[in-house]
C-alpha cells in the first residue's frame, strides 16, 4: 500500500515539477522584445557567475521529450568552444535553436537552419553573435593559409574583412581584426536576408526580429548591436517568398 502511496506522489510531483517549468520558460507566442530580455538576463547572471542554470533537469528533458522543441530564440554563433551559447545566456534544454559554425558565417546549410528556426518552429527572435578573438576572421585578415574545406568556408568573410578597411582605413592589427569581426556580424545578417525570402518575409511581417551581438570572451558580456544599419535597404531588396 505504501508502495502505490510512493508512486502516486512521485507522479504527481513529476507532474508539477513539469507544469513549473512549463509556466517560468517563455515558448514562441512571445514577443522578441520578451525572448531578448531572457538572453539579457541570463547573460547578465552569467557574467557575475550566479546562473540558475535554468530547465536543465529530468522533468525538461521528459517535457521536451513527450512535447517537442518549442525554443523562445534562434542563435547564429561561432563553433569556437568558448562560445557556449546557452551557457553564456544561461538557460535549458529546448530553449534556443542554436546554429554554429566557424566564423559564424551563413552559407546555405547555416541558413536552411536558421529558416527551421524561425520558421517551423517560430522563434520571433535571431541573434547574430560575433565574438572577440574570433580565429576565423582573423585568419582572413593576416591572410593565413587555410587548407582542406576551410577556404570555401571563410570565403563569406573576406567582404567584411574588406568593408572593415574600407570604412576605416589605417587600421592595423588588433584594432582592424575588432572591426572585421563587427563587420562580419552584419555580413551575416546581410547574406541570409539576401538568400531567405524566409526570413526577410518574417521580418517585413513583424514576425521577425533580427539582432547582431557581440560576446566578449574575456568578461562574459555580450554587447548588442541592434538591427542591422541598412536593413530596410536588404529587406526592399529581398527577394519575395514563393508562393505555395
Same mark, same amino acid.
Given at each position: 500500500?505504501?508502495?502505490?502511496?510512493?508512486?502516486?506522489?512521485?507522479? *504527481?510531483?513529476?507532474?508539477?515539477?513539469?507544469?513549473?517549468?512549463?509556466?517560468?520558460?517563455?515558448?514562441?507566442?512571445?514577443?522578441?522584445?520578451?525572448?531578448?530580455?531572457?538572453?539579457?538576463?541570463?547573460?547578465?547572471?552569467?557574467?557575475?557567475?550566479?546562473?540558475?542554470?535554468?530547465?536543465?533537469?529530468?522533468?525538461?528533458?521528459?517535457?521536451?521529450?513527450?512535447?517537442?522543441?518549442?525554443?523562445?530564440?534562434?542563435?547564429?554563433?561561432?563553433?569556437?568552444?568558448?562560445?557556449?551559447?546557452?551557457?553564456?545566456?544561461?538557460?535549458?534544454?529546448?530553449?534556443?535553436?542554436?546554429?554554429?559554425?566557424?566564423?559564424? *558565417?551563413?552559407?546555405?546549410?547555416?541558413?536552411?537552419?536558421?529558416?527551421?528556426?524561425?520558421?517551423?518552429?517560430?522563434?520571433?527572435?535571431? *541573434? *547574430?553573435?560575433?565574438?572577440?578573438?574570433?580565429?576565423?576572421?582573423?585568419?582572413?585578415?593576416?591572410?593565413?593559409?587555410?587548407?582542406?574545406?576551410?577556404?570555401?568556408?571563410?570565403?563569406?568573410?573576406?567582404?567584411?574583412?574588406?568593408?572593415?578597411?574600407?570604412?576605416?582605413?589605417?587600421?592595423?592589427?588588433?584594432?582592424?581584426?575588432?572591426?572585421?569581426?563587427?563587420?562580419?556580424?552584419?555580413?551575416?545578417?546581410?547574406?541570409?536576408?539576401?538568400?531567405?525570402?524566409?526570413?526577410?518575409?518574417?521580418?517585413?511581417?513583424?514576425?521577425?526580429?533580427?539582432?547582431?551581438?557581440?560576446?566578449?570572451?574575456?568578461?562574459?558580456?555580450?554587447?548588442?548591436?541592434?538591427?542591422?544599419?541598412?536593413?530596410?535597404?536588404?529587406?526592399?531588396?529581398?527577394?519575395?517568398?514563393?508562393?505555395?
Amino acid at each position: 500500500m505504501i508502495r502505490f502511496v510512493m508512486i502516486g506522489i512521485l507522479v *504527481v510531483c513529476s507532474f508539477v515539477s513539469a507544469s513549473t517549468v512549463q509556466a517560468s520558460g517563455e515558448a514562441p507566442g512571445v514577443s522578441a522584445d520578451v525572448a531578448l530580455n531572457q538572453l539579457k538576463d541570463g547573460n547578465a547572471r552569467f557574467i557575475v557567475g550566479k546562473p540558475d542554470h535554468p530547465r536543465q533537469n529530468f522533468d525538461r528533458r521528459n517535457e521536451t521529450t513527450q512535447k517537442g522543441q518549442k525554443p523562445f530564440a534562434s542563435v547564429l554563433a561561432c563553433s569556437d568552444s568558448r562560445v557556449p551559447v546557452e551557457v553564456i545566456f544561461d538557460q535549458g534544454i529546448g530553449d534556443i535553436f542554436v546554429v554554429r559554425v566557424a566564423g559564424n *558565417v551563413a552559407n546555405v546549410d547555416e541558413t536552411g537552419s536558421i529558416e527551421y528556426g524561425t520558421d517551423h518552429l517560430g522563434t520571433p527572435l535571431l *541573434v *547574430v553573435l560575433g565574438h572577440t578573438r574570433c580565429g576565423a576572421v582573423t585568419a582572413v585578415v593576416q591572410n593565413d593559409e587555410v587548407h582542406g574545406n576551410i577556404p570555401a568556408l571563410v570565403k563569406g568573410i573576406v567582404p567584411a574583412v574588406e568593408q572593415a578597411k574600407k570604412s576605416k582605413p589605417g587600421l592595423k592589427g588588433e584594432e582592424l581584426i575588432d572591426a572585421a569581426i563587427n563587420a562580419n556580424v552584419w555580413q551575416a545578417i546581410e547574406d541570409i536576408f539576401k538568400s531567405s525570402p524566409t526570413v526577410a518575409g518574417r521580418v517585413k511581417d513583424g514576425k521577425l526580429m533580427v539582432l547582431g551581438a557581440l560576446y566578449h570572451i574575456d568578461t562574459g558580456k555580450v554587447s548588442w548591436m541592434g538591427s542591422h544599419p541598412k536593413q530596410d535597404q536588404l529587406l526592399s531588396a529581398a527577394k519575395s517568398q514563393p508562393k505555395h
